[in-house]
């Protein structure tokens, strides 16, 4: 595979930084919700700050002939570099640390699953399901299932393949987080098809590890949310909202073609099993899609960061009270979402890529108190699954793009902390 490297960040022009820096403190004010549209077409039209970080582009998959939705990575043998794996072209591929070349541990074939598989799973995870020390791989495609890492993975034999759950239906999303508060790791999934498609309509399920998930043909399903999130529930997140002590989940449903979406929402777990409590965040969200919990203004209480990924924007509830604040109302279909400490300075900030082919990639860095300074990363890439990782086991966050349309798999090196 042919690896390609090129400078996207084009910031570093040192008479438009010099510029910057003679206009005034009052242009200079980050992006901050509370005056979303004046200050966007402000920032838009002065020369941008220089970013404290730079992004340089490195491929993984030049061009496949699907779309690539999601990957993750791992350093599954134990070697010391990151392997990322990745659906396409009806397998699963493990790309190793060393050369990124790849290697199938699956074919995406009927007879599996109840639903014919499609050429690339929407959404993936990695869960040590069996609990022997190596990363699993969880994967939604029609079905949610798991394949086991092998003592050698990269031996050329496929992984076992086991069923989670194969009567949801719609599971956009599949993601890991401890939700029941046990110390060992569950499964959130979404199933937003309707009741012609799936006994668990417009539903949110969590889902628990068997005692012998080896010899198991159905996790323990969980509905939190049963018939209550219409409308093309995308993207969940978990966090404690509220500070009893128990998770929450978040989601976000992208509405058109589904009825009943373009919301942002959470659901509070009760002390005792049984029902959960749905909080509604937002309504008229135009393609509501991905929603994360975490602390983005440095008060101790947990905010939710969220993007319209089908529609425009990004931006953020400011806990306890969740507070709606825009953060950039005009970048298009940022279909991905990523809370973290991108620059190394405590806080944590925000990154997105949109989802077409001329999508633009960019992070958003925290300036504190939950202001925000946009900086691009790249443009014509899109994306469906955006990740900070160390890729290069440097010790700063690099991101993982899914490219989606563009097929293709490329990370983002982050350069670390130059101011
Ligand atoms: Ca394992
Ligand atoms: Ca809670
Ligand atoms: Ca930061
Ligand atoms: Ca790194």
Not at 27 to 49: D, F, I, K, M, Y
Not at 255 to 265: C, R
Not at 380 to 385: I, T
């Amino acid at each position: 595979m042919t690896k390609h490297k090129k400078v996207v960040c084009i910031w570093q022009f040192r008479f438009l930084w010099i510029l910057a820096l003679t206009i005034s403190s009052q242009q200079l004010t980050p992006l901050n919700g509370q005056s979303v549209s004046r200050t966007t077409s402000e920032h838009e039209s002065r020369a941008p700050a220089e970013s404290p970080i730079q992004w340089t582009k490195h491929s993984i998959v030049e061009q496949s002939k699907t779309a690539i939705n999601s990957a993750v990575a791992a350093d599954f043998d134990a070697d010391g570099k990151m392997d990322v794996i990745a659906s396409y072209e009806n397998g699963i591929y493990l790309h190793r640390g060393s050369d990124r070349r790849p290697i199938e541990i699956h074919r995406n074939v009927s007879g599996l699953s109840r639903t014919k598989p499609k050429a690339a799973c929407i959404h993936s995870c990695l869960i040590d399901v069996d609990g022997d020390g190596d990363q699993d791989f969880i994967g939604s495609n029609q079905t949610i299932f798991w394949l086991e890492c092998p003592d050698k993975p990269f031996s050329g034999k496929p992984w076992s393949y086991r069923t989670v759950d194969d009567e949801i239906l719609g599971s956009h999303c599949v993601v890991a987080g401890d939700v029941n508060g046990d110390g060992k790791m569950d499964l959130i999934a979404n199933s937003f098809r309707d009741k012609t498609a799936t006994q668990f309509p417009e539903s949110i399920v969590w889902l628990e590890i068997p005692v012998d998930p080896r010899n198991s043909t159905q996790w323990k399903r969980h509905v939190f949310a049963n018939k209550d999130a219409p409308g093309g529930s995308h993207y969940m997140g978990l966090g404690d909202l509220n500070g009893d002590g128990r998770a929450d989940i978040t989601c976000g449903a992208k509405g058109d073609p589904f009825e009943g979406g373009n919301w942002f929402a959470w659901w509070e777990q009760p002390a005792i099993d049984g029902p959960w409590k749905k909080h509604i965040l937002a309504t008229h969200q135009l393609g509501a899609t991905n929603i994360q919990p975490a602390d983005l203004n440095g008060d101790k209480h947990l905010d939710i960061a969220a993007t319209r990924g089908h529609g425009k924007g990004i931006l953020w509830f400011e806990g306890p009270r969740f507070t709606q604040r825009e953060i950039d109302t005009e970048i298009e279909r940022p279909h991905t979402l990523v809370t973290a400490d991108l620059d190394g300075d405590g806080d944590t900030d925000i990154a997105t890529c949109g989802s077409l082919v001329n999508g633009t990639a960019a992070w958003f860095e925290n300036t504190g108190k939950g202001s925000f300074q946009k900086f691009k990363i790249d443009t014509h890439q899109g994306s469906y699954d955006l990740r900070a990782i160390d890729m290069d086991g440097d010790g700063d966050l690099d991101l993982l793009n899914a490219g989606h349309g563009n097929k293709n798999l490329v990370w983002y090196e982050n350069s670390g902390k130059q101011r």
